[in-house]
Every structure is written in structure tokens, then in C-alpha cells.
């Protein structure tokens, strides 16, 4: 089956600075989803994003989903990011619901 | 606003009792799905529903079940929990399968086997 691997597992960031979170994928998608779960549990939408670039706010995404992968931007970041980020996509054109990576571990401090 | 609500958010049960989770959602979805993520992990996938179509994942075990009475409503049954069950339990929507659609998340219920 289709193989999603995040990077870096683990990133630390002092409140201000940028950074890029990456999701590669071992096959064609047509889909796929970024969340952030917060310190809470809950899976938060960021972006549904199969190709191209979408902006909201200091979060942003692109996906070349001909070259199998897919970039999370955080601008300016603030102590509320921190959680995991996820990505995931679904395991093929016919399968059921969403393969997830094994996210990405995101804390910010003031 | 429309949204997935998961009931309770945290359910402590004793080992071997069954226990009930509940998930309800408003945006009129066809696809309810349920999730198992323990700690460090990402989400896995138990079993969904398209409609009253239930679908099981081939490794999920026999102790767990489910239940959609109809198009808001998706119980997942624990018949025995035990200790390796403690977990959180996430509930999803989407319009259609193969992620096709996007899906969205209940705020999930945290489960302790005691």
C-alpha cells in the first residue's frame, strides 16, 4: 500500500521563526490533508490541498503531486502551534479513508 | 455551526466491561468513520460507513464493533476492553470514500481500561 513518510519527526522552535514541515508519498494521489492535533486530541483541518498552493493566515501548503510530495509552511510562530502535524492521504482512487504519516512533533516556546 | 461532536471526552471503564462510544455529526455526511490512536502514534483506522454499509479493516480486532442507526448517528462498541484498548478514539466524516472528499474530526473520546 501507499507509504506516507513526514519529516522532521521532531522540531523545536523559539516563538517567531519559520519553518517547513515535509510529506512524501510513494504513489499518485489526488488527495490529501494536513491537521494539526493539539495538545487536546483533536485533529484540526488545516488544508485539503491534492495540488498546488493554498494560503490561510501564517500557515500555508504546496503539493506537486507529480513529484509525490507536499510542504507545510508556519510563518512567525506562536506557543499555540505547537502539537503534531499530520498529513495524510488516502491509500488509493478506490480506498477507503486516510493513511496517515506518523506526523511531525511541532514545540514552540515563548 | 455543523461539526462531528464526540460523546463522552474521556471514559474510564474497567477491564472486561463493555463500553460505548458515541459520535454524532451535523453536516449530513455519508461516510462516518472510526479511528484508534494511542500514544506517540498516528490514527488508524478501525472501520467506516457509507450509508449502512459497513466496511472493516481486515486487522481490527473482534472485541470491537459498530453501529450507525441512521445518517447522524455511529456507536463504537468495546464488548470486552482491555488494557492494550486505551487509546483515543476518534470519530470522522467525510461526503464520499477514498478520501475523495475531506474529512473532518470529532474532538475524540480518551479512553483508560482500569
Known amino acids: 500500500g501507499i507509504q506516507v513518510e513526514q519529516s522532521p519527526p521532531d522540531l523545536i522552535l523559539q516563538e517567531g521563526a519559520n519553518s517547513t514541515l515535509r510529506c512524501n508519498f510513494s504513489d499518485s494521489v489526488n488527495n490529501l490533508q494536513w491537521f494539526h492535533q493539539n495538545p487536546w486530541g483533536q485533529l484540526i483541518n488545516l488544508f485539503y490541498?491534492?495540488?498546488g498552493t493554498k494560503q490561510n493566515g501564517r500557515l500555508s501548503a504546496t503539493t506537486v503531486a507529480t513529484e509525490r510530495y507536499s510542504l507545510l509552511y508556519i510563518s512567525s510562530s506562536q506557543t499555540t502551534d505547537s502539537g503534531v502535524y499530520f498529513c495524510?492521504?488516502?491509500?488509493?482512487?478506490?480506498?477507503?479513508?486516510?493513511?496517515f504519516g506518523k506526523g511531525t512533533t511541532l514545540s514552540v516556546s515563548s | 455551526d455543523a461539526m462531528v461532536i464526540q460523546n463522552p471526552r474521556y471514559q474510564v471503564t474497567q477491564f472486561g466491561k463493555p463500553v460505548t462510544l458515541s459520535c454524532s455529526q451535523t453536516?449530513?455526511?455519508?461516510?462516518m468513520y472510526w479511528y484508534q490512536q494511542k500514544s506517540s502514534q498516528a490514527p488508524k483506522l478501525l472501520f467506516h460507513?457509507?450509508?449502512?454499509?459497513?466496511?472493516n479493516e481486515a486487522d481490527t480486532p473482534d472485541n470491537f464493533q459498530s453501529r450507525r442507526p441512521n445518517t447522524s448517528f455511529c456507536f463504537l462498541d468495546i464488548r470486552s476492553p482491555g488494557l492494550g484498548d486505551a487509546a483515543m478514539y476518534l470519530c470522522?466524516?467525510?461526503?464520499?470514500?477514498?478520501?475523495?472528499?475531506?474529512?473532518?474530526f470529532g474532538q475524540g473520546t480518551r479512553l483508560t481500561v482500569v
Open positions: 490541498i491534492p495540488s
Open positions: 460507513y457509507y450509508d449502512k454499509d459497513f466496511n
Open positions: 495524510a492521504v488516502p491509500p488509493n482512487q478506490a480506498g477507503t479513508a486516510l493513511i
Open positions: 470522522a466524516t467525510s461526503r464520499g470514500t477514498g478520501g475523495q472528499t475531506e474529512a473532518f
Open positions: 453536516l449530513n455526511h455519508n461516510v
